[in-house]
Structures are given as structure tokens and as C-alpha cells.
């Protein structure tokens, strides 16, 4: 009986106000969304209990399952720092956002697409007109989810390749085709990539065409341009002039 009298009063003691979240702070919430986050904290937090224990309780409050909501409802945060502030009785949460590195398009009507982040994550709708704010690729076959791997690997390839080119220019599109292949434009011609190999290989085919000197030769005296190089094929360059 003593021992039910000791865990009944200390369940009494935890759960009073003065050992409870009263209020939260948010810092950096993406633009218009500070109340829905708010609320969707407020859910979790407030009239809800682990057991016989408020969830809003300073010490125990459910961290994991409030960034796990944030991040699934806002795909577009890539970081939630939550921390307990005692002399105000706040939770205090830190919000990061996605830094957009390039923009992932379908090739519907209209056209669909979004932002992507260096880590290859998809994240919100781009406008019209961020293509030409962002390297942007299409995908030809409108594959309904943007995989991480291939946008990591995109942008490896891209600036690999724009190390390789001649002054360097920067890559501004390229077309993910439905045989898994990149073609990137640049310099008005195309350069044609494989998903299955490594950025460092394919660049390091197109610096020893971009050097060779029967290339260079044929590149000096043809009377088109250059219409495409083909790098899908280990240790192998295609190529071929306009007509």
C-alpha cells in the first residue's frame, strides 16, 4: 500500500504545471507555415500522456515523435533541433531549411516539377520560372518519384564534367532518358553520360578526348559543330559532327 501511496504521489508531483512545457518558440519556420507547425506541435504535446505521464512533461516530452512529424509534413526542413528553455517553461524549436541545389522536372502537361537538395532529397514545387535560377534536369519518362541517388549522381556528373570543359562553362540543363542515361548540354553541343558509372571516370574519358590530338585535329578542320560526345561506355568516346 506505501509503495502505491509513493507512485501515485509522485505521479501527482510530475504531472503538475509547474513541471510542464507552458509555451513554444519556433525559430526559422519556412515562410507562412509557423502555425500550422505550431499546432501540429501543440497535438502531440497538450492532453496527451505517455501512460500516466503528460507528454508535455519537460523531461519527457516525445522529441523523436515531434521531428518525425515536422519532417514527414514538411519535406522541405532538413534539420529540427528541439530543446526545453526552464526559466520560460518553453520548448524551443529550431527549424533548418533545404538549400535547393537544382530543380527535378517531369515531362508532363503542364510541366511538374521540384526543388532538390545536394543530398538528393525532393522537396516542394518549383515555379515556373526557376529554371532559370537553378541547373535543372527532365526527366524524359516522368517516373513518378525523383530518386536520391540519381539526383546525387546527376550533380556529381555535371560538375565533373564542367571541370573537364574548356573554360568552363556551367551546365544549365540535362535530360535523364528512359534508358537511365544523362544528356547534358553545354557549349551547344551534348554530352552523354551514363547512370551506371562513376562521375570521375566518365570526366576523366571526356579530358582525354577533349586532349586527344585526333580529335583535336578533326575538331579544327570539320566544317560543322560538334553535335554530341558519347561517354557511356568504359574507356570508349563517341562522337559526331552536325551535318
Do not use: M
Amino acid at each position: 500500500i506505501l509503495l502505491l501511496i509513493l507512485i501515485f504521489s509522485c505521479l501527482i508531483a510530475i504531472n503538475q504545471p509547474r513541471w510542464q512545457i507552458a509555451t513554444i518558440k519556433i525559430f526559422n519556420p519556412p515562410s507562412n507555415t509557423s502555425a500550422e507547425i505550431r499546432r501540429a506541435i501543440e497535438e502531440i504535446l497538450f492532453n496527451h500522456y505517455h501512460g500516466l505521464i503528460k507528454k508535455s512533461n519537460r523531461w519527457l516530452y516525445p522529441e523523436t515523435e515531434i521531428r518525425d512529424r515536422l519532417l514527414a509534413s514538411w519535406p522541405n526542413l532538413e534539420k529540427v533541433d528541439l530543446s526545453y528553455q526552464p526559466h520560460t517553461n518553453a520548448l524551443i524549436v529550431k527549424l533548418i531549411e533545404r538549400r535547393a541545389n537544382l530543380i527535378w522536372c517531369q515531362r508532363l502537361i503542364p510541366r511538374q516539377c521540384q526543388f532538390a537538395d545536394a543530398s538528393g532529397i525532393a522537396f516542394g514545387s518549383a515555379a515556373s520560372f526557376s529554371d532559370q535560377l537553378f541547373f535543372e534536369v527532365v526527366d524524359e519518362v516522368a517516373r513518378p518519384t525523383a530518386n536520391p541517388t540519381t539526383i546525387q549522381l546527376v550533380q556529381e556528373l555535371k560538375l565533373a564534367l564542367e571541370e573537364v570543359l574548356p573554360e568552363r562553362p556551367k551546365i544549365s540543363t540535362a535530360v535523364y532518358t528512359g534508358d537511365n542515361d544523362f544528356r547534358f548540354t553545354a557549349l551547344d553541343w551534348t554530352i552523354i553520360a551514363s547512370h551506371n558509372r562513376p562521375a570521375a571516370a566518365t570526366a576523366n574519358d571526356l579530358r582525354t578526348a577533349l586532349s586527344s590530338q585526333d580529335f583535336l585535329d578533326e575538331l579544327a578542320t570539320h566544317t560543322h559543330q560538334l553535335e554530341y560526345i558519347d561517354l557511356r561506355f568504359p574507356e570508349k568516346v563517341f562522337y559526331k559532327f552536325r551535318d
